[in-house]
Nanobody, 129 residues
């Protein structure tokens, strides 16, 4: 059984940093594309927004324009854990953050939530003064 478990969310002030973690069991991160998505308050009915993703072959990391230069996705295959380092947080970064994994497949698109096969339950990040 595949499980993705996020951790590291919390309440921080603008300009602060947080590091989210996503630990997987039942699958190997090294053979999957991975992504961090977020859903802002009041947007529960809308599709989750891609924050960052890494493809499986070749390894390409990409970021949403809104977080480029502030967020960094990394992964530790030995620990089967993915991270999202978030620096210089802004109030508009407030959201529930979800990690996701996709089996290798043709036509996969990093920003398309339906292209991911496994999801965590999310961790809440609130940026407020």
């Amino acid at each position: 059984q595949v499980q993705l478990v996020e951790s590291g969310g919390g309440l921080v002030q603008p300009g602060d940093s947080l590091r989210l973690a996503c630990e997987a069991s039942g699958l190997s991160f090294s053979t999957h594309a991975l992504g961090w998505f977020r859903q802002s308050p009041g947007k529960e009915g809308k599709e989750r927004e891609l924050t960052a993703a890494i493809s499986w072959n070749p390894l390409i990391t990409l970021y949403a324009d809104s977080v480029q230069g502030r967020f960094t996705l990394s992964r530790d295959d030995a620990k089967n854990t993915m991270y999202l380092q978030m620096n210089n947080l802004k109030p508009e970064d407030t959201a529930d953050y979800y990690c996701a994994a996709a089996r290798p497949k043709g036509g996969w698109s990093a920003g398309r939530a339906e292209d991911y096969d496994y999801w965590g339950h999310g961790t809440q990040v609130t940026v407020s003064s």
